[in-house]
């Protein structure tokens, strides 16, 4: 059994030099040939793969929250109802997202509001069910902590840990620790 990756698809190369360009200069300042150019074909070979640009930044913002979600799920049901475990495990994948898809960060932090009302609806449900997987562990470690207090914190978390298009270079082994760190003392501050 190979343990290499396929090698990405197409379309998949695609929404990756979109999200990138779309991070670096917003949705608008990126044409359809910029996009084509980047992976080899003319702009109008793209509409072989998607409707246009808006479709792109569907796929790729309800995409990923598409992936969190399931990711997440899949974390709470590996980790066997250990909650110490559950969470660390919701870390680490949420870790992994951060720094191996910052471009996605800067793209739905801009450009979420160009979405479809149907999109848009779709991520934000998508995103409330991702944080009720972790509000649902942390009330678990945490039972005398409110529930207010607990999402509040889960949100604090996820902009800590979202803000890595923002942050200096320390290396990606020193940057996964140093978050990691951090979203445990934050959790952590919860029994103070």
Request: charge should be positive; proline fraction near 3%.
């Amino acid at each position: 059994m190979s343990t290499r990756a396929a090698a990405p698809t197409r379309r998949e190369q695609i929404l990756s030099e979109a999200a990138r360009l779309f991070a670096a200069r917003g949705f608008h300042g990126v044409g359809v040939d910029e996009i084509g150019a980047a992976v080899g074909i003319s702009g109008p070979g793209l509409y072989r793969h998607f409707a246009g640009k808006d479709a792109m930044l569907a796929e790729l913002l309800v995409g990923i929250s598409e992936r969190l979600l399931t990711g997440g799920r899949h974390r709470v049901a590996g980790a066997y109802g250990d909650p110490a475990r559950v969470l660390s495990s919701l870390i680490d994948g949420h870790i992994d997202f951060a720094l191996d898809d910052r471009a996605l960060i800067t793209l739905h932090d801009r450009e979420l509001d160009r979405l479809r009302e149907a999109d848009r609806k779709r991520v934000r449900q998508l995103q409330r069910q991702y944080v009720e997987l972790w509000v649902d562990v942390v009330r678990e470690m945490h039972p005398q902590v409110g529930e207010a207090e607990v999402r509040v914190c889960v949100h604090a978390v996820f902009g800590l840990l979202n803000s890595t298009p923002h942050l200096a270079a320390l290396g990606r082994g020193a940057t996964e620790s140093l978050l990691r760190r951090l979203a445990h003392g934050a959790f952590g501050a919860l029994s103070a």
